[in-house]
């Protein structure tokens, strides 16, 4: 994708309607490190933000499939998901992250 390209795109996918999460991924987001655990950490208050459905205790590990853009038909769909068992189950070493 030339430079130019890229600018039109990010101009014609930016505004108050989007939400742009940048990270550096880690071996764990990319299975770099054969964790069992793949894929990129979320942090909470924007998983919240951007999926309000996932903001519960009452289900167990609440998920959502969002709408993407995605660059290659053969990349992997991906989900936001709560992980809450420490204070849906009051769990001392529970988990109350999102990815």
């Known amino acids: 994708m030339?430079?130019?390209d890229l600018t039109d795109w990010l101009s014609e996918f930016s505004g108050p309607q989007y939400a742009w999460l940048v990270k550096r991924l880690s071996g764990n987001d990319t299975?770099?490190?054969e964790s069992h655990q793949a894929g990129p950490y979320l942090p909470r208050d924007f998983a919240f933000e951007i999926f309000p459905?996932?903001?519960t205790i009452t289900e167990k590990n609440p998920g959502r499939n969002p709408d993407l853009?995605?660059?290659a038909s053969d990349a992997p769909m991906i989900k936001a998901i709560y992980y809450n068992s420490k204070?849906?189950?009051g769990k001392k070493n529970g988990r109350n992250e999102s990815g």
């Open 2 to 4: 030339a430079q130019i």
């Open 31 to 33: 299975l770099a490190d």
């Open 53 to 55: 459905s996932i903001n």
């Open 69 to 71: 853009y995605r660059l």
């Open 87 to 89: 204070p849906r189950e």
